[in-house]
Structure formats: structure tokens, C-alpha cells
């Protein structure tokens, strides 16, 4: 590999503390970061989805993505946290009088896989096993080779795919925006490559933990060593009458999305029962892509309400219903008629809604149901110790387990994307024998209605709403404040400041309450 030296900039265009890009070509950056006097030049964009992470923040060492939060060390480039899978690429800097010279290879990498080490059954005869083919087991496979384990690692999956971004079944594939194949974490050669042996349509039957062999109905026994459970959410099935007719469709899986595809062809109106994110954001990508009527029947007076608050959440039913949605809220569905297809709903107010094709998103339930002999908390979730430990050699992360959350001083459960990829990835270093706990704050992120809301923190309730901004505008921050404290976040408009307040609420710096409200203090500044 040759290397090329640019001067990309003078001393004096960056300063302490600071993240700037500068140009190289016309299809690339460098990113430079001062911090604590030294400059590092790394890739410019977000190994995830290619965010320009000079709109980020530095916290600390960190470098945080102002799309999804992904982090980065800020002078190695290495990946801190997902949901980025790959590295930075770093490129070597030296100090010529005023100039920054950047020693950049040719060909250029936009990002790289973070060291691993590959399957040496020689080395290490244990063998690790992963029940679950999602986000969490990925990212804990991923992490037992960046801790170095060698030995076998066998994932257990009732689907026939590799692991794949489940976030965008219900937006940009099931739009048609996405393309199948661009929906998989890792390519079918990175497992082979790294040892990470895939059991594809295998359904455990039990678990026996004192002899610690898993037992498929297929009737093959697979012995670990080490067991990590994250088999994920399942969807909670809607209990009516008519529910067992066909045309009814739930969203988990890629199977799943393409056969609400194909259903909703010749569809000439459709109805989704829940008003949850993911019923919400199927309702939307389908319209998008169908353009038929589509109504919403939710429970709930507004959607969202108990997470964002009233105001959020009617921003958003707007936002919906600008785009040709309906809504039957504050409304319970009784039956559904018809004589094999779903050819009508039934509401409680007597009310009847002619459907061709039925979604159903009224929530999820931990996947524990064939774990015997390991205590289950009342909603069916795990409760885990602060290394993701269930009991001995048994780990667990995801949806299902309920997880020590020390901002609250209590044990909390939440049910998203990135932070299922973040507890796989510290349960997988525990395994490896790292003492790696959670010390961070939770961050997720929906799409509504084409418009894209960040949420940093964790608050189930709240005393107080304070907002900056007009929320119909689109651009705002609302502060979820209990017992006088910042527990949460939601913001459109303003990804750099939520990236800030995520970094603030990571190390309990948030400003006070009374500043808060006073409107008058710069998030940016205090970083």
C-alpha cells in the first residue's frame, strides 16, 4: 500500500475540542479532531449509515454519530459503540510549521473491520453458544473476536438468513426503497471467515443448564460452554374473534415483511390494529408504497402519548394523517369477520371497517417461553446482573432481559435496536471474561411520517415537559423531567444537541432544571 501526504489544513483552522472535515477530493474528507492537544485525522463519515460526524460531538475521547449514535475513539477511530459494526480508517499526522500533513493511503478506505481474531480450536476448545440470530447475538459474536476468544462460536436462528437490519423491514424495504440484499449486517464470508458457525432453521426445544446442552427439535444437542440467550421479542398475537382468518399478517421478520408485500398488491384498503412504532411506520412505508386507504385502529386516545407525551404524539398522528392516514383511536377492536379472508374489522362502538389486508402491531413479548429452570420475571424477561449474567455461564441481552440501569437506580426493560446491539456487545466481552458493564444512556430513534425523531435517556414517566421550539415546526427538544432531573430527551431538527444531551446524561452533566426552562443556555458549550 503506497501513501500520499496532503497538507489538508493550518494549524489554526481547528481548534481544542473541535471536529472539522476537510476536503481531499472530490469524493472524500478527512476528519480532524484536537483533543487535549493532539490532532487526529480519521474517516469523515459514519461507518453505519455514512453520517457526517463533524455534525456529531466530541465527549471526552468519543466521538458521537449525530444520526444513530454510533461512537468512535477520537484518536484511533476505533468503534466504541453500535450501531456502527466497523472501524474509522485512521490516518497518520505529522506537524510541518503551520501546516497538517495527513498521510493517506491509496487505494482509501471509507471504514474497517475491527481487529479480530479468527476460530483456532487448537488455541481454545471451548465452545460458545448463541441463541438468537438478531441484533444482540451479532453484536456479541462480533465482540467475543475483538476480545480475542478463539474458540467456537455456534449461533442458533430459526430463520435461513444472517443476521440483517430488522429496523428497516418496517421503513425503507417494505417502501421499496431498500433492496434485499442490502439488508444483512454481514456478508455470508465475513462468518465463515471469522468462525462464527450458523445453525439456520433450528428451534430450541429446552435448555438443560446443569449438563449445559441445548436441545433443538430437530433433536440435535449442541454442548457450550458458554450460552448467551437473545432470542428478541415475539408479537404479542391479537385475541378476538376472526384473528385465526387469513389475510392477517404480524411484522418481525423478513419473511414477514415480504409476505405483507406480496398480500398487499391487489389490497384496496388495509388496516393496521396498534398504534406502536412499528405498526405506525408499517402503516406509512405501506401507503408510500401502495398508495391505497390505510386506517390506523389504536386503543390509545393518542399515539405515543405514553412515551413522548400528548403534544409528540398528536405532532405525529398529523403528520400521518397529511399523508392520507386514518385513525380510529380510543377504540378496541372486537372481531373480524369474514368467511376465510379478514374482510372486516369490528369496533367497540359498533363501527365496521372493510379491510382487505390486516396488520397487526400491538406490542412484543420476550421470546423465553421454552427456558425452564431459570427464574423469569412476570412479563417473561431475564433479569440480569450488571455484566448481563443470568446465572452461571449464562448470559442474556436484548428485549428480553431486564437490565440495571444506574441512572435510575432500578432495573429497567427496553425493547430497541441499538441498545439490544449494545448489551449483545458487552455481554459477548463479559464471556470473553472482560468485566464490561452498562454505564450509559439509551438512544433510540423512530421515522414517522417521512420525519426522523431522536430520543436519548430512559423516563417512563415524567412531573414535567420542557420544550424549545415549536414541535409542528420540526424543530425542537423536549427535556422529560422527574423529581427535578433530565431523565430523557426527544428531538427533531437538532441531531447535534441530541448527540450533546447524550453525552451530558452519559456523565451526569446535565444543567439544572432552572436553566432548562430559562431557555438561555447553549447545550454545545458545556461539552
Known amino acids: 500500500m503506497s501513501l ?30 484536537k483533543n487535549n492537544g493532539k490532532i487526529s485525522a480519521l474517516g469523515a463519515n459514519c461507518t453505519h449509515y455514512g453520517a457526517p460526524l463533524e455534525e456529531g460531538v466530541l465527549c471526552g475521547e468519543v466521538i458521537i454519530c449525530p444520526w444513530h449514535h454510533a461512537c468512535f475513539n477520537a484518536e484511533t477511530g476505533n468503534l466504541v459503540e453500535p450501531p456502527a459494526r466497523d472501524s474509522l480508517p485512521s490516518y497518520q499526522v505529522k506537524i510541518d510549521g503551520e501546516n497538517i500533513i495527513v498521510n493517506v493511503p491509496e487505494p482509501i478506505k471509507q471504514s474497517h473491520i475491527p481487529y479480530m481474531t479468527k476460530e483456532d480450536v487448537g488455541k481454545d476448545k471451548r465452545s460458545y453458544v448463541i441463541i438468537g440470530g438478531g441484533a444482540a447475538g451479532n453484536a456479541a459474536a462480533q465482540a467475543l473476536r475483538e476480545a480475542d476468544y478463539a474458540g467456537k462460536i455456534i449461533m442458533i436462528t430459526q430463520e435461513n438468513r444472517v ?18 440484499e442490502w439488508m444483512p449486517l454481514r456478508s455470508d464470508d465475513f ?18 443448564f446443569s449438563t449445559k446442552v441445548v436441545l433443538l427439535e430437530s433433536g440435535e444437542r449442541v454442548k457450550y460452554d458458554k450460552l448467551l440467550l437473545a432470542t428478541g421479542g415475539i408479537p404479542r398475537k391479537l385475541e378476538i374473534e376472526g384473528s385465526e382468518l387469513k389475510n392477517i399478517f404480524y411484522l418481525r421478520s423478513f419473511d414477514d415483511t415480504d409476505k405483507i408485500i406480496v398480500a398487499s398488491e391487489n389490497a ?12 405506525m411506520e408499517t402503516a406509512f412505508s405501506l401507503h408510500e408504497r401502495r398508495k391505497v386507504p390505510i386506517t390506523i385502529i389504536g386503543m390509545e386516545k393518542v399515539p405515543f402519548e405514553k412515551v ?4 409528540i404524539g398528536m405532532f405525529f398522528q398529523t403528520k400521518h394523517e397529511a399523508h392520507g392516514i386514518n385513525f380510529k383511536l380510543n377504540r378496541k377492536p372486537i372481531k373480524i369477520e369474514g368467511k376465510e379472508r ?13 379491510v382487505d389486508l390486516v396488520i397487526v402491531g400491538v406490542g412484543v413479548k420476550p421470546a423465553t417461553d421454552f427456558i425452564k429452570n431459570l427464574h423469569l420475571e412476570d412479563d417473561g424477561s431475564i433479569k440480569v446482573d450488571k455484566y448481563f449474567q443470568a446465572a452461571e455461564d449464562v448470559f442474556a441481552a436484548g428485549d428480553i432481559v431486564k437490565f440495571p440501569y444506574k441512572k435510575m437506580d432500578s432495573f429497567i426493560r427496553i425493547e430497541h435496536w441499538r441498545i439490544a446491539e449494545q448489551q449483545g456487545r458487552i455481554a459477548g466481552f463479559n464471556m470473553a471474561g472482560k468485566k464490561v458493564e452498562f454505564d450509559d444512556a439509551p438512544f433510540f430513534w423512530t421515522v414517522q411520517a417521512g420525519t426522523s425523531l431522536r430520543y436519548v435517556g430512559y423516563s417512563a414517566e415524567w412531573d414535567e415537559i420542557i420544550t424549545w421550539g415549536e414541535i409542528p415546526s420540526e424543530s425542537f427538544i423536549s427535556f422529560f423531567v422527574k423529581d427535578k432531573k ?27 432544571i432552572e436553566k432548562l426552562r430559562s431557555k438561555s443556555i447553549d447545550l454545545l458549550k458545556i461539552l
Open 163 to 180: 443476521p440483517y437490519d430488522r429496523p428497516n423491514l418496517s421503513k425503507d424495504y417494505l417502501q421499496g426503497e431498500a433492496q434485499p
Open 486 to 512: 433530565v431523565h430523557a430527551a426527544a428531538g427533531i431538527g437538532h441531531d447535534k444537541e441530541m448527540a450533546a444531551i447524550h453525552c451530558l446524561i452519559r456523565n451526569n452533566k446535565m444543567p439544572s
Open 342 to 354: 379478514a374482510e372486516s374489522i369490528l369496533l367497540d362502538n359498533n363501527e365496521r371497517i372493510n
Open 268 to 279: 384496496k384498503s388495509i388496516a393496521v390494529i396498534g398504534a406502536s412504532f412499528i405498526a
Open 191 to 208: 462468518y465463515k471467515e471469522y468462525g462464527i458457525e450458523i445453525k439456520f432453521y433450528s428451534k430450541v426445544e429446552s435448555i438443560d
Open 308 to 311: 413522548f407525551g400528548k403534544e
Open 4 to 33: 500520499k501526504e496532503i497538507s489538508i489544513a493550518k494549524i489554526n483552522d481547528i481548534n481544542e475540542g473541535e471536529m472539522k472535515a476537510f476536503k481531499i477530493n472530490e469524493e472524500l474528507k478527512i476528519l480532524l479532531i
